[in-house]
Structure formats: structure tokens, C-alpha cells
């Protein structure tokens, strides 16, 4: 797997490391338009997000919540099963 790091920033204990820029802008800009309807429709994704909002933020919440629904997909499309809220 081939890793890029564009630099790793250190103060004191704590470190953390650039984002990576090399993603697909389309896939990232659809599934965010996704992540957006998800929200209204299925009772799973919506509890997450408003947990999420609350604490975090729309604009974090909004991005955890297209993770998520990344990951479901990627197991719908690994494990060759329907999807099951």
C-alpha cells in the first residue's frame, strides 16, 4: 500500500499529519450529496448524524456520516449482500 505523507506537523507530545490530496473529487462530491439526503430518509444514518451535529458540527457530522455510508458500501459490495438497515 503505497503511503504519501505530505508532511508530519509535531508540537510538543501531540503530531498529526497533512491531508492527503490525491482523492477523486467527483466520488467525494457525490457521496457528500448522498450523505446530505441520507440524513432525511434512513432512521440509522439520521441518529448518527444528529448525535454527531450536536456535538461536532454540521460540516464534521456531514463528513463521519459519508464515511459511514462508504463503509456500508464497501461491505455491500465485498461480502456480495443486499444492504439491511
Known amino acids: 500500500m503505497l503511503e504519501l505523507f505530505l508532511g508530519i506537523y ?15 473529487k467527483w466520488l467525494k462530491w457525490i457521496i457528500m450529496e448522498c450523505a446530505s439526503r441520507v440524513v432525511l430518509m434512513q432512521n440509522g444514518f439520521q441518529s448518527y448524524y444528529f448525535k454527531l451535529r450536536k456535538r461536532k458540527g454540521w460540516k ?6 459519508a464515511r459511514k455510508m462508504l463503509t456500508v458500501v464497501w461491505h455491500v459490495l465485498k461480502e456480495k449482500v443486499p444492504y439491511k438497515s
Open 10 to 24: 509535531q508540537s510538543a507530545s501531540k503530531s498529526r499529519q497533512a491531508r492527503r490530496r490525491e482523492v477523486n
Open 60 to 65: 464534521t457530522a456531514r463528513k463521519a456520516t
